[in-house]
């Protein structure tokens, strides 16, 4: 069992098959030859200090010496994304989540089939700011809860609603004159 390296072979892993965990992302990529099977590990700086980021990768790095041997395929490279978790997860528990993941990242999946998770933030329901009718989507530069009518962009406080002084309704934009101290023509 090797190690991967090279960065490219970490982003090449990325873009592969994943399983999720709570102690850990698995990512693996089937390389296309006969060689031999390769683990990487991703241990960012969230999740501790150089003292904790060492602990995990060691904890992790010996569940794998014990599942990937009988578990692993020839020509796959895996790389464990660590999480905070994997600090505090009993060992036979991590070892039975590599199982696990080993197994899902080897599943062939449907054709058409998603592979990854939508990211983080993105709504999984209700329409998209696509999916709104022109009319109704809001224009990126207008203020909060303006809408466009007969091609003019309306304002809530120019209609006299809860944005407007009370009982001093303001004309419309297009009433209001410029007068000299504006710099305009006198009236």
Known sequence: MDHLRKRRDFLAAAKAERAGATSFLMQGRDRGDAGTVRVG???TKKTGNSVVRNRI???LREAVRRVLPDAGRAGFDYVLVAREAALRTPFETLVREIERSVRKVHTPKAPGA???APKRGASRT???RSDLPKSDAPKPNAPH???EADGRPEHPASTGGAGAAAGAPTPPSDD???TPADGGLPA
């Open 57 to 59: 990768r060691r904890r």
């Open 126 to 128: 209700g329409p998209s």
């Open 145 to 147: 809860g303006a809408r």
């Open 176 to 178: 209001i004159k410029p």
């Open 114 to 116: 998603k592979t990854h």
């Open 41 to 43: 590990f991703t241990v």
